[in-house]
């Protein structure tokens, strides 16, 4: 006696995507209406891009207040002798519920969009791969919720990295005098660098890392920062490296 064969059920859900009964494949049966608008798409793409370069790593300066305007970076000496930097446990749990969200709405619009898991990875994986798979979300019957969180998480994460405008001031001689005596992180000369006069205004961190690599400045000993050693500065010897050792554009238009 032959057997019947099985029936073939397609189910499609309402992002268009077909499951097969008898597979475990799974097909795209149609691209379902995108739920949000152009120029919402546009904005959930800059503020994705934006989360992965740059707010991501000014969250992690903030978590260990590496910030030039507190003379509070360093706070207490640990039993080992050394000086850790501060910690900002605001940011921290901020920075957790940022991956966490990034993560979530990662793997839902996979599932959703039959698209392979990317691999875990810390908030800017997740953020570049929403952004290049916007188009996606968007198609995705929660895309407005993930827009809202993730707008509003970019809003917040902006105040809490943007330094308020008050506390940027220019110093006169004898405040120089004493800024010069400060020990600070790299992060730390660099933004009281630009208090100091035009000057100074190419002191980046990028150019107190570049002098210390170069031995023109000597850190006076490394602090712990999370899982990191900070090289400690005085400020004023970073402040003279800087103008003696010319960058190679400065030498240029010698």
Same mark, same amino acid.
């Given at each position: ?47 994705? =891009?934006?989360? $992965?370069?740059?707010?991501?790593? +000014? !969250? ?7 910030? &030039?305007? @507190? ?102 001689? =004898?405040?120089? $005098?004493?800024?010069?005596?400060? +020990? !600070? ?7 009281? &660098?630009? @208090? ?49 050792h010319p960058t190679a554009d400065e030498r240029s238009t010698a």
């Amino acid at each position: 006696m032959t057997t019947p064969a099985k029936s073939r059920l397609i189910h499609i859900d309402t992002n268009g995507i077909g499951r097969c009964s008898l597979c475990p494949y799974t097909y795209r049966a149609f691209t379902p209406a995108a739920r949000l608008d152009a120029s919402e798409v546009s904005l959930l793409i800059d503020r994705l =891009d934006k989360i $992965a370069t740059w707010v991501c790593a +000014e !969250l992690e300066t903030v978590i260990t207040n590496q910030v &030039a305007y @507190t003379d509070k970076t360093l706070t207490c000496i640990s039993t080992d002798g050394e000086v850790p930097l501060s910690f900002n446990d605001h940011a921290s749990e901020f920075a957790y519920d940022l991956l966490g969200t990034l993560r979530n709405w990662t793997n839902y619009v996979a599932n959703e969009r039959a698209l392979p898991w990317p691999g875990d990875g810390r908030a800017p994986h997740f953020a570049r791969w929403l952004s290049r798979h916007a188009n996606e979300l968007a198609r995705t019957e929660q895309a407005t919720l993930a827009y809202n969180q993730i707008i509003s998480l970019y809003d917040a994460a902006f105040k809490i990295v943007d330094r308020p405008p008050t506390r940027t001031r220019t110093i006169n001689n =004898d405040q120089l $005098a004493e800024a010069r005596k400060l +020990e !600070l992180n790299a992060k730390a000369c660099a933004d009281m &660098a630009r @208090t100091m006069g035009a000057e100074y205004r190419s002191l980046t961190k990028r150019r107190v890392l570049h002098l210390i690599d170069t031995e023109a400045v000597t850190p006076l000993r490394h602090v712990k920062a999370g899982r990191w050693k900070s090289p400690i500065l005085r400020l004023g010897d970073v402040l003279d490296a800087h103008l003696t050792h010319p960058t190679a554009d400065e030498r240029s238009t010698a």
